[in-house]
């Protein structure tokens, strides 16, 4: 990327992390296991949250911290039991989510590695043994 074009600008700007979002949001809605992991029943708040968190990350407005504080991506995923099964739940939508802007391959390599590491990271819980 040069000096005058951020990752944001670069992939779409606004209207692609709102799409990239949404989507995701979508098959979080109708996945009960990772669900969980969002209390409120509206999942609205969760969306513009991770979408301001997303932009700022890439180089766009920096509105999650003005709203927000310093993003402390860990540290605010504590209060959840992250295992590593709702972590894979997770990918399956964000990357089914990536799937639908048609980003340049580069870009869409990055967009993919950032968002693996990011949800490897958080992951705070042992898996769960289904016998018991």
Known sequence: MSDRVTYYEAMGGH????????????GVAQDEPLRALYPE?????AEVRLRMFLEQYWGGPTTYSEQRG??????RH???????????????HMMNA??????????D????????????????????????
């Open 98 to 107: 990536v799937d639908t802007l048609g980003l340049p391959e580069q870009l």
């Open 41 to 45: 029943a509206d999942l609205g708040p």
């Open 15 to 26: 209207e692609t992390f709102v799409k990239l979002v949404h989507e995701f949001y979508r």
């Open 109 to 132: 390599e990055l967009l993919r590695d950032y968002l693996t590491r990011a949800a490897y990271s958080l992951v705070n819980a042992p898996a769960v043994d289904p016998a018991g």
């Open 78 to 92: 504590v209060p959840y039991a992250v295992t590593p099964d709702q972590r894979d739940r997770w990918l399956l």
């Open 70 to 75: 310093h993003p402390r991506l860990r540290m």
